[in-house]
Every structure is written in C-alpha cells, then in structure tokens.
C-alpha cells in the first residue's frame, strides 16, 4: 500500500533554514528588491515577506543575489485561493497569446531543440517533435545546450551532477553526429542572458523553430514564459511539451476540482488515468537523420567543443574516478540498469528495497534526474515484466516499484499547483 502523505506533512519535514526562496526574475530583480524597500515595509501586502525570512538569512541558506525573500503566508494563501497566477498558468497564458503568431511562422533554414534536463535522443518527445518538423520542411535539425555557472551557483547544483552532465553530454554529441545532426553546446555565464543567447542563435542558424520539454519549476516557468513572448516578438515560434511526467500537471483532480494533496487518492487516480489513456506511456523515437547536406550547412557545429566544466565545480581526481565508476553516464547506461534491474531483482522490491545489503533498489535516480531516462520507459520497461498490462496488479514488487516511479510525478503536480513549496 502506497504511503499516506499530504502535503502539511512533506512540508512539516522541511526546517524553515532549508526553504528555497520564490525566484526573482533576474538577479538584478532580487538585489533591487531588496535595496528599494524595507524589509518588511512594502506597499503590497502579497509582496511582504515572510516573518522567519531572518533566519535564512543568518544561516546563509539563501543567495540573496538570485533570490528575494521568503513569501509572505498572505502570498501563499493567494495562490491557494487561485488570486494569483501560478507560473505554469502564466506560460499556458502566453502560448495561448502567441499562438496565432506561432502558427503563421514559416519553417526557415533550420530547426533547433534546447535541451534542458531531458539529455538522451530516445523517447524525448520535444527533441522528436522538432525532428518531424525538420523532416517534413526538409532542413536540418540543431541541438543546443547552455551551460551556465551561474544557474549552477544560483540552484545549489553539485559538482558530481554538473560532472555527470558533461559526461552525458559527451555521449550525445556522438549519438547525434551519427545521425548528421550536431550539438552545439556554450557556456553563456549570466542566467538572464540565457533567452536572448539562443534567440540570437536561432537567428545566426536561419531558424526559425525552437523545441523545448517543460521543466516545472519556479525559475524555469517563468523564463520559458518571457522566451515564448519574446520569440513571438521577433517572428520565431518556441513549442514547449510536457515530457518530465507521465501524467501531466494539472490533469488529475478532485471530485470537488482541486490538486490532490495526499498521494494514496492521487495515485489511484494517477493509475486509473493512465489506464484511461494508454497513450500515454507511448515512447518517442530518437529523431530522424538529418539530410545530407546538413553537414556542410552547419559543419561549424559539429566542430564545437564541449565546454570544461567550471572551476568551482569540479570534481578532484579521486572523487571523479569514484563517481564515473558507480555511475556511468548516458542513456545506454540507464537502459542497462534498467533492463538487469527489471531481469533480476524487480520481483523482490517490495521486500528488499529498504535492506542496503540487499542491493534491491534500481539505481537509476541520477538518470531520471537528469533525464538520462524518462519515466514513460522506466515503466514500460517494468510492465512488460510483469503478467498484466495493468500498473496496479500482477507481480507485487512491480507494482511497488511503478508506484515510487509515479512519486516523482505527484511531487511536479504537487509544486505546479503550489509554487510556494519551491
């Protein structure tokens, strides 16, 4: 039986030093925020912050460069009472305003895909997306990645992830350039600078699409937000897809039409949904070979280096050779895991997964961090091991192990519907 857990209780498990903020804009939004008012002397009460926000602050929790202080409980209480937009209300918002701009763009000399935290070319559905556009316009297809310390610095990120990044990345240029298609990777320091960096790109590259998957948190909605409008400005067309989970946010309710905050009514939902909509466990395709020319077209690119991964982030000699042997990075090695975790010790989950001794668990929680693995493959994967196509019966520690995978999509729903938590 699935945990029972409402979100009180997640949230009761956090102290208030280890909250992160609500994200600015910018970072020059956060600094002049707070320089321009007092603390808690502000003209909108939505806007005051929180009474604990000190002690953020003496422990050095929060980088105050990048993030204003903690909201107010009258803010909290706005979004709950739907006064206020939510950042994936205000995305959906913008791709409803620009979608008659969108629709009239003509596809020019290329297409390009922004990877994000979706780094494999299998069963990536934005990267597919832009692919068939590319193929039936017959232009080739792009890939892009920014590295920027500075989002690295602002979201706490490690330095065994970034490492595990750049190593992903690696594998990708190479899975790529045997389909003709390059990856151009840059290093772009400033996080706002981000937007205007891979629209000037587009526009280098004569394309006129780019093809994202939706990351769902606070910091990346908002900024997907302004890229949307601001394609739309300069006469390009940005297509954003749920991929992250398998089930997207929003699509699950109450009886009385509300986000579920406990999870055991969440996931019977969750799995009565999916069984609803088979579809929706439908895997993509790596994406289409680009046409022949491509490579003299855009021979540039796939003479890029992938950037060194920055200084403050680096791993020592000891520790990289530690982490590149208990975690191997790529697609091919999540699948690998995968598959001998499904072929041997999925059976025995349920018993074992809290026993370390017992090495019961799968061992492929950085590969869905980072996209390395989607769940939709994770599960069907699962699935096919077991004697039923339904997620709810059949060998108990696939059913157990399916309902772990679908946590991960109860907390994205979780965080869309009350941003606040993030």
């Known amino acids: 039986m699935p945990l029972q857990i409402s979100i009180s209780d997640a949230m009761a498990r956090r102290t208030a030093s280890k909250r992160k903020a609500v994200p600015a804009s910018d970072p020059e939004d956060a600094i002049k925020a707070k320089k321009s008012k007092p603390e808690n002397n502000t003209s909108d009460p939505l806007r005051a912050p929180h009474p604990s926000t000190e002690e953020a602050e003496e422990n050095g929790i929060v980088l105050r460069k990048y993030y204003p202080h903690e909201m ?51 069963d990536n559905r934005a990267l597919w997306e832009a ?53 151009y990777v840059e290093e772009v320091e400033k996080r706002k600078e981000i937007p205007n960096r891979i629209i000037n790109f587009m526009e280098e590259w004569g394309a006129s699409h780019l093809f994202a998957n939706i990351e769902y948190e606070v910091d990346e909605l908002r900024r997907e937000t302004k890229m949307v409008k601001l394609c739309a400005e300069r006469g390009l067309a940005m297509e954003v897809f749920h991929d992250t989970c398998v089930v997207p946010p929003g699509a699950l309710r109450t009886g ?40 003299d077209k855009v021979a540039a690119l796939f003479d890029s280096e992938i950037p060194d991964i920055p200084v403050n982030k680096r791993l020592s000699g000891k520790d990289a050779k530690r982490l590149h042997s208990l975690w191997p990075a790529g697609e091919h090695e999540a699948m690998d895991r995968l598959e001998k975790f499904c072929e041997e010790r999925i059976s025995q989950y349920t018993e074992r997964r ?64 009350w941003p606040y938590i993030w």
């Not at 000399?109 to 070319?121: G, N, P, S």
């Not at 190593?167 to 003709?180: G, M, P, V």
């Open 72 to 122: 107010s409980n009258a803010r909290a209480q706005a979004y709950n009472n739907n006064e206020i937009p939510r950042p994936m209300e205000q995305l959906t918002a913008a791709l409803e305003e620009t979608s008659k701009a969108r629709n009239k763009v003509k596809v020019k000399d290329a297409v390009v895909h922004w990877f994000k935290m979706d780094l494999r070319i299998t």
């Open 131 to 183: 692919s068939e556009k590319a193929r039936e316009a017959g232009v080739p297809l792009i890939c892009i990645y920014i590295v920027s310390p500075q989002d690295f610095e602002a979201h706490l990120t490690s330095p065994a992830r970034v490492d595990f990044m750049i190593r992903t990345l690696h594998i990708i240029k190479k899975d790529l350039a045997a389909l003709d298609i390059p990856l």
């Open 256 to 295: 009385s039409g509300k986000q579920y905050a406990v999870y055991t009514p969440w996931y019977r939902t969750w799995v009565a949904h999916v069984h609803a909509n088979p579809e929706l466990l439908n895997t993509f395709e790596h994406p289409s070979r680009n046409p022949p020319e491509a490579r």
């Open 354 to 417: 809290n026993i370390p001794a017992q090495t019961g668990t799968a061992s492929i929680s950085v590969h869905l961090a980072a996209g390395t693995l989607s769940a939709r493959t994770a599960i069907r994967t699962a699935r096919a091991r077991n004697k039923t196509k339904k997620l709810d019966a059949g060998i108990q520690g696939i059913q157990t192990w399916i309902s772990e995978v679908a946590w991960r999509d109860f907390y994205k729903h979780v965080l869309v519907n």
